[in-house]
């Protein structure tokens, strides 16, 4: 009976932390990712990193290169502090081939890969407790062409 006992109560406190973070205040982000050259990616997935408080951020990039970001419920932002960020996109050979001439596909340019890991992505900000208003600028994936490589 002890043992079963000492089971529960050890559970009771491990899902009493697994919802801790929950419990931190969030701040409203918005904001914008831009190409060096001024123009803006049309899709994507951003994710925002605190590694003080270990949480996770993420939203959409929309078709004008907007986005907002959501760490526990839609739209409330991220936790105050330092954020690392990484951009993501799916891509396939859909995206890079030609489609049906009929279909007029405009999926814009490609955010280079270095921006999908945190290792790599040299993307930060910092979240205060107020609204926040970030702009986040990329390089373009380059492309092959019969000139060679172009951006």
């Known amino acids: 009976m002890f043992k079963r006992n000492t089971q529960l109560i050890f ?12 419990n931190l205040p969030t701040y409203e982000v918005a904001g914008t990712v831009v190409f060096e050259d001024g123009t803006k990616p049309k899709f ?22 907007t986005f907002t970001v959501t760490t526990f419920q839609d739209g409330d932002g991220a936790v105050i502090g330092y954020h690392e960020i ?21 999926h814009g340019s490609l955010i280079d890969k270095s921006h999908f890991d945190y290792r790599t992505s040299r993307l930060d ?4 407790a107020e609204k926040n208003e970030v702009q986040l600028v ?11 490589l172009a951006h």
């Open 11 to 22: 559970v009771g406190c491990l899902l009493s932390l697994v919802g801790c973070n929950s």
């Open 44 to 65: 994507g997935d951003i994710e925002f990193y605190s590694p003080q408080f270990e949480v996770n951020a993420h939203g959409k990039i929309t078709r004008d290169g």
């Open 86 to 106: 990484v951009i993501m996109q799916q891509v396939g050979n859909y995206l890079l081939a030609e489609t049906d001439s009929r279909i007029k596909h405009d």
């Open 125 to 128: 900000c910092e979240i205060k």
């Open 138 to 148: 990329v390089k373009k994936l380059p492309r092959q062409t019969d000139e060679g």
